[in-house]
């Protein structure tokens, strides 16, 4: 299992991590609260150049306090999609600033890529999986490419799309881990108050799930929380994480958020 450190270099051309080591993670951690989780591993220095994705949405600030609290040099990667609302940009710079975050990085689309398949900006309104594809998936796909592991906002409560969700999983060789995963939305309130955290200015105007401005409504009353994201298109995801793995259990979905058919948080 992943306990002891493996040196990795430039001629280590396997898998950075193997679902057996992924479930050994998720049998060591049970029961384990998330913070406490956390800073073992990084003290252990067992999960190699490690990383956090946050969409900045309206739950992120849970994940990047529990992280920050553990490490506040943990990298904290951002999608922008340049498609983003102005208050989600606001809001990670006072996150940013509130939680001590140290290393801080964002990711944009290609732009010979935008000038080639979304010349006017407006793919998203024909071809939303198109569009997650070019601002979303590639980007981060290029961030993680450094990375021997993530850390991701997912819970298994966002969605149908998400039940089931282990801790850790295993994706492309890297090791995705999903320390929110059986977070209740009362969880996360707690942890709000607890905390004092700022909130996303948009949660009070009813958004309940934040991405991409054009693909973010606002949820009515008994709505599941993620119905706001591209609401009109059989779409519940973005592509940044895999189909359900069987092997793990696992299943689409961000903590951020993000193809036909399918947000943050990423
Ligand atoms: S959420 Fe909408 S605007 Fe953002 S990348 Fe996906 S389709 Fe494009």
Request: hydrophobic fraction near 35%; proline fraction near 6%.
């Amino acid at each position: 299992m992943a306990e002891a450190a493996r040196q990795r270099d430039l001629i280590d051309t396997a898998p950075a991590f193997t679902q057996a080591e992924a479930d050994a993670l998720n049998a060591r951690f049970a029961g384990v609260d998330a913070g406490t989780m956390l800073a073992e591993l990084f003290a252990e220095g067992s999960l190699g150049k490690v990383g956090v994705v946050s969409s900045f949405g309206t739950e992120s600030a849970v994940l990047l306090h529990l992280v920050a609290k553990a490490d506040r040099t943990v990298p904290v990667v951002f999608v922008d999609t340049l498609k983003m609302f102005e208050e989600t940009l606001q809001y990670r710079e006072t996150l940013i600033e509130t939680l001590g975050i140290v290393n801080s990085e964002v990711v944009q689309p290609d732009e010979a890529v935008l000038a080639a398949k979304d010349e006017n900006g407006l793919r998203w309104s024909w071809d939303p999986d198109g569009c997650c594809e070019i601002r979303k998936v590639e980007p981060l796909k290029r961030a993680k490419q450094g990375l021997d592991a993530w850390i991701s906002g997912r819970k298994a409560f966002q969605s149908v799309t998400r039940q089931n969700l282990p801790r850790f999983e295993v994706e492309d060789g890297r090791l995705k881990i999903n320390p929110l995963g059986d977070w209740t939305k009362d969880d996360l309130e707690a942890y709000f108050e607890e905390h004092d955290l700022p909130r996303h200015p948009l949660e009070a105007q009813g958004y309940l799930s934040v991405g991409c401005a054009p693909c973010t409504s606002k949820v009515k009353p008994g709505e599941d929380p993620r119905a706001g994201r591209w609401r009109g298109w059989d779409k519940t995801e973005c592509g940044i994480h895999s189909p359900n793995n069987p092997q793990s259990g696992g299943n689409d979905g961000d903590g951020g958020e993000l193809p036909p058919g399918y947000e943050p948080a990423f």
